[in-house]
């Protein structure tokens, strides 16, 4: 759902406002007024921050600081073992093994086994549990099972089949398999995202409880529970098993608003670290935080998704033409002051698997947009409503898009941008958008095959165009079968080229991360995922 996914960080890049925390009671080290945290902007997570129910990039923020997943990423999204995997091994790219180190704890003190991670896998698969991130194990063997009945609307008609996945398989403490429906090479390399982070027994006990005070096994542990509107302090964890521990003493992840009112609190130096600034703060940032500005290669997307159960943008030749008429570069340089790329694929540059110029329909022909148009029989007396969700700088951008379809296009259009993430969200899974949305995506796991699937295969959990072609699933198919990565990129490569011509999206930008710090604040790493790696940061001095 940049940085917006349901799967993936939906990155409906909307922060939300702001209130301190107050102090409150803590195990172990006295209360919070005794710490001395580091200020992390942060939007208000779309959903309670249990990982495989965390699919947008400000809960991913936080659980990023209070759990290690089996693989890490680097920050420039290379898979290292350095997490509680020691191994995962397979001879057939179909039965997995997993093999744990011994020496990880969760914050309460019970020790991290694979029943941590079959148990949660199993709880995030179940349907009746309504996880968002529960599609992201439908590769493996009995998914199905766990899947209630529905009618044609989608609505649940009995219970489930079964309660846990086939595929999993508890051999001891240190040890679990995975038995997947097909080959699936990558299977490694998904596993860093969050939906697959372990969960303690404590969890099960009190699910509403954990949500607004998660125990996880990471670097920080949560200091009382998060507030709505305001926040969550995280201190860091004695007792972290991992190579990279927290270098300072304590964050405090702030929910604002919007990102004007951080970025004036950053400038007034209240705040430590806003992980985005606005677009239009673009062109001055680097003059006002001379030292303190970060600029970082990302894997963020930022696109149009099109409402195909709508009549009026059913024809592929209507999608087609939109995305003809939209000047991108013009709006890159007017608008984001160069700060973005103009998108040409669905793949940003930042991925293995990226191929220039992919786009056919990502270039400005004015008369070609409108030949396409008039062969569709678009109904040009009634505005287009773009909708995009409030509270992060997209209302300008969205405005030149609408400008340039007016221009270019002679049609009207409305600006529907007053609906809040928690709001918003909703609308895009259950066909609730009446013209072109505004999407963000920033990848979970460094492969291409992460910015296809989720997106456009038929029923994936963040394909709110509800796009289906038998033809992209099965060349999507065969590139997870395939036993190379090389190999499986060929597969995927043709899999977008499908994508591209029935233009269910229409691509834009591809991100630059433009982040900045107080003078408190040194070593500030913002990741290929647009995310602030909390345990690299340390005081200044």
Not at 83 to 92: K, Q
Not at 463 to 481: I, K, Q, R, T, V
Request: a negative charge; proline letters at 7%.
């Amino acid at each position: 759902m940049t940085s917006n996914k349901r799967p993936s960080r939906l990155a409906f890049a909307a922060l939300a406002g702001t209130v301190l925390l107050s102090g409150c009671a803590t195990p172990g080290s006295g209360d919070e007024n005794t710490l001395d945290p580091v200020s992390i902007a942060i939007g208000e997570p779309g959903a309670p921050l249990v990982p495989g129910n965390t699919v947008e990039e400000y809960g991913a923020q936080v659980l990023e600081s209070l759990w290690t997943g089996l693989v890490e990423y680097d920050a420039d999204g290379a898979v290292s073992y350095t997490g509680v995997a020691e191994s995962v091994t397979s001879d057939d790219n179909v039965t997995w093994t997993v093999a744990l180190h011994d020496s990880w704890t969760f914050h309460d003190g019970s020790p991290v086994t694979a029943a941590s991670f079959v148990d949660a896998w199993n709880h995030t698969a179940y349907s009746p549990n309504a996880q968002a991130g529960s599609y992201f194990f439908a590769n493996i063997e009995g998914y199905g099972d766990l899947q209630a009945p529905t009618d044609d609307a989608g609505d649940p008609t009995g219970e489930p089949a079964a309660r846990e996945l086939s595929g999993l398989t508890v051999v001891d403490d240190t040890t679990f398999t995975v038995t997947l429906v097909a080959p699936f090479a990558q299977f490694p390399v998904t596993l860093g995202y969050n939906p697959f982070f372990p969960l303690p027994e404590s969890f099960f006990d009190d699910p509403e409880a954990f949500g607004a005070r998660p125990v996880g096994n990471g670097p920080f542990e949560a200091v009382g529970a998060f507030v709505q509107g305001e926040g969550l302090t995280v201190r860091a964890y004695d007792e972290f098993a991992g190579e990279r521990a927290a270098s300072v003493e304590a964050l405090e992840f702030r929910v604002y608003a919007d990102t004007d009112t951080a970025y004036t609190e950053a400038l007034a130096g209240e705040l430590d670290v806003l992980p985005r600034i606005p677009a239009d703060a673009a062109g001055t940032a680097t003059d006002e935080f001379a030292g303190r500005f970060v600029e970082t290669a990302a894997s963020g997307f930022t696109f149009l998704g099109l409402p195909l159960y709508q009549e009026r943008y059913a024809d592929p030749r209507v999608r087609q033409a939109l995305s003809l008429a939209i000047d991108r570069d013009a709006i890159t340089e007017n608008i984001f002051s160069g700060t973005r790329e103009a998108a040409d694929s669905l793949v940003p540059a930042a991925v293995d698997g990226h191929r220039d110029a992919a786009c056919d329909y990502c270039v400005l022909d004015v008369d070609r947009a409108n030949e396409l148009l008039d062969a569709a029989g678009f109904d040009r007396s009634q505005p287009i409503e773009l909708w995009f969700n409030a509270g992060a700088g997209n209302e300008a951008w969205m405005q030149a898009v609408g400008n340039q379809l007016r221009t270019n296009l002679g049609v009207e259009y409305v600006l529907k941008g007053d609906l809040a993430p928690p709001e918003y969200g909703p609308l895009l899974g259950t066909q609730g958008m009446t013209g072109p949305f505004r999407m963000g995506w920033s990848m979970d796991y460094p492969s291409p095959q992460n910015f296809l699937e989720p997106l456009y295969a038929t029923g994936a959990g963040a394909n709110f165009a509800f796009y289906s072609n038998p033809e992209f699933d099965a060349l999507l198919a065969e590139g997870n079968a395939a036993p190379t990565g090389e190999e499986a990129i060929g597969f995927y490569n043709r899999a977008e080229d499908v994508v591209l011509e029935d233009m269910p999206v229409i691509p834009l930008f591809f991100d630059v991360t433009q982040s900045v710090h107080s003078a408190d604040v040194t070593d500030l790493v913002v990741d290929v995922f647009g995310r602030v790696d909390t345990a690299a940061l340390t005081r200044a001095g």
